[in-house]
């Protein structure tokens, strides 16, 4: 089968490689029909995720066809379509009688493992361990265009944004960063009712992208952003401030806006120590959580883009077969200039 392969960083080939194959009773073998790129895959490129190494097949969200299953599996049989999404779980150890996957211990300390600990899903064909646990079965009223953001972008906004932050009725809401992630938060806010989303950004079109997913008003960021978010707020701040970049100056923005007794959810991958005004914030009670997403969301997610509730099909802006998934790679790196925000990536163009 072919596969994109890491070779190193600034180095991929789509080329040949082993066919997927069952190893364990527990895994199944799913046909990839859909995948997409996450800027994850892009800090691995270059070279910033030392655990992936030379070899490895990147991509870590997919649907697919199930077309071998181990001895071992209950759920799922071949000719199956299923969303196979970032996070592998056990479903038995410490971490996932928790709720909190993320953290499985048994996938590999980590429920994050395609495209990382083991080859991904930027492939014909993908390895699910875990397959029971770890596979959802994808409704007949939600397509592939629609499931392949459940994967890991939707469930991410939604769970370390909207749920970490606690919005709820009434709510003001603030969302540092309109790229994929904070566009999911945008577009599930209202799930909770919010009364107003503010969308935060430094880039034009994503802020009109912004307005289209459910945001109620937008703020281009600059030296102006936090007097600009009070100054709509009568001076008091949001009840919620989502961060979605991952630099110290956007949470440090995200902490400023953010109500006495109000939320800072961070969402951002941080790559370097951020320094935080301690002492204007403790006299706030204000809350700061972090999440790595477990996607443990995916069933409400599915159901809510099946009754059409939650327009998924919106992220994707471009669409690629697996032969131009080097040109899907430049597009997705260069989303500013070629105005995208997730590609799809097909197995027949
Ligand atoms: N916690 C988790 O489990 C988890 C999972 C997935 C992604 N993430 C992280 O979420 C973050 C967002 O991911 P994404 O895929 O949406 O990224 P993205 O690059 O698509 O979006 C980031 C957005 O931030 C905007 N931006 C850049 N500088 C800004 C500034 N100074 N002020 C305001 N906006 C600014 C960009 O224009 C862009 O629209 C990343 O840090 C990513 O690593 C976290
Ligand atoms: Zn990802
Ligand atoms: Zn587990």
Same mark, same amino acid.
């Given at each position: 089968?072919?596969?994109?392969?890491?070779?190193?960083?600034?180095?991929?080939?789509?080329?040949?490689?082993?066919? &997927?194959?069952?190893?364990?009773?527990?895994?199944?073998?799913?046909?990839?029909?859909?995948? %997409? *790129?996450?800027?994850?895959?892009?800090? *691995?490129?270059?070279?910033?995720?030392?655990?992936?190494?030379?070899?490895?097949?990147?991509? =870590?969200? &997919?649907?697919?066809?199930? %077309?071998?299953?181990?001895?071992?599996?209950?759920?799922?049989?071949?000719?199956?379509?299923?969303?196979?999404?970032?996070?592998?779980?056990?479903?038995?150890?410490?971490?996932?009688?928790?709720?909190?996957?993320?953290?499985?211990?048994?996938?590999?300390?980590?429920?994050? *493992?395609?495209?990382?600990?083991?080859?991904?899903?930027? &492939?014909?064909?993908?390895?699910?361990?875990?397959?029971?646990?770890?596979?959802?079965?994808?409704?007949?009223?939600?397509?592939?265009?629609?499931?392949?953001?459940?994967?890991?972008?939707?469930?991410?906004?939604?769970?370390?944004?909207?749920?970490?932050?606690?919005?709820?009725?009434?709510?003001?809401?603030?969302?540092?960063?309109?790229?994929?992630?904070?566009?999911?938060?945008?577009?599930?806010?209202?799930?909770?009712?919010?009364?107003?989303?503010?969308?935060?950004?430094?880039?034009?079109?994503?802020?009109?992208?912004?307005?289209?997913?459910?945001?109620?008003?937008?703020?281009?960021?600059?030296?102006?952003?936090?007097?600009?978010?009070?100054?709509?707020?009568?001076?008091?701040?949001?009840?919620?401030?989502?961060?979605?970049?991952?630099?110290?100056?956007?949470?440090?923005?995200?902490?400023?806006?953010?109500?006495?007794?109000?939320?800072?959810?961070?969402?951002?991958? =941080?790559?370097?120590?951020?320094?935080?005004?301690?002492?204007?914030?403790?006299?706030?009670?204000?809350?700061?959580?972090? %999440?790595?997403?477990?996607?443990?969301?995916?069933?409400?997610?599915?159901?809510?883009?099946?009754?059409?509730?939650?327009?998924?099909?919106?992220?994707?802006? =471009?669409?690629?077969?697996?032969?131009? *998934?080097?040109?899907?790679?430049?597009?997705?790196?260069?989303?500013? &200039?070629?105005?995208?925000?997730?590609?799809?990536?097909?197995?027949?163009?």
């Amino acid at each position: 089968m072919k596969a994109l392969v890491y070779h190193g960083p600034g180095n991929k080939s789509w080329e040949d490689v082993p066919d &997927a194959a069952v190893q364990e009773p527990t895994d199944v073998v799913v046909r990839v029909d859909t995948t %997409t *790129i996450c800027g994850t895959d892009l800090h *691995i490129l270059q070279g910033d995720v030392a655990a992936v190494t030379d070899g490895r097949v990147l991509g =870590h969200e &997919a649907v697919g066809t199930v %077309t071998e299953v181990g001895a071992a599996v209950r759920g799922f049989a071949a000719g199956d379509r299923v969303l196979v999404p970032a996070i592998t779980k056990c479903g038995r150890c410490v971490y996932c009688q928790r709720g909190m996957p993320s953290h499985c211990a048994t996938v590999g300390g980590i429920g994050w *493992i395609f495209g990382h600990l083991i080859d991904g899903t930027q &492939a014909e064909s993908v390895r699910v361990p875990y397959a029971d646990t770890s596979l959802y079965a994808v409704p007949p009223e939600v397509t592939n265009e629609q499931a392949i953001f459940l994967a890991d972008s939707l469930p991410t906004g939604y769970e370390v944004g909207v749920l970490a932050g606690e919005v709820r009725p009434g709510h003001t809401v603030a969302v540092v960063g309109a790229g994929a992630v904070g566009l999911s938060a945008i577009l599930t806010t209202g799930l909770w009712g919010a009364s107003r989303v503010i969308a935060i950004d430094t880039n034009k079109f994503r802020l009109s992208t912004a307005m289209d997913f459910g945001a109620t008003d937008v703020v281009e960021a600059g030296p102006n952003t936090v007097a600009d978010v009070l100054a709509m707020t009568d001076g008091l701040g949001v009840d919620v401030s989502i961060e979605a970049v991952g630099y110290p100056d956007t949470l440090r923005t995200a902490a400023a806006l953010v109500r006495p007794g109000g939320t800072i959810a961070n969402i951002g991958v =941080h790559g370097v120590a951020v320094e935080l005004p301690m002492q204007d914030l403790w006299i706030r009670n204000v809350k700061l959580t972090m %999440t790595l997403v477990d996607t443990v969301s995916i069933p409400t997610l599915l159901t809510m883009v099946a009754s059409g509730r939650i327009p998924a099909e919106k992220m994707g802006t =471009h669409t690629f077969g697996f032969d131009q *998934i080097d040109e899907a790679y430049d597009v997705f790196a260069n989303a500013a &200039a070629n105005e995208a925000l997730k590609v799809v990536i097909t197995s027949n163009g």
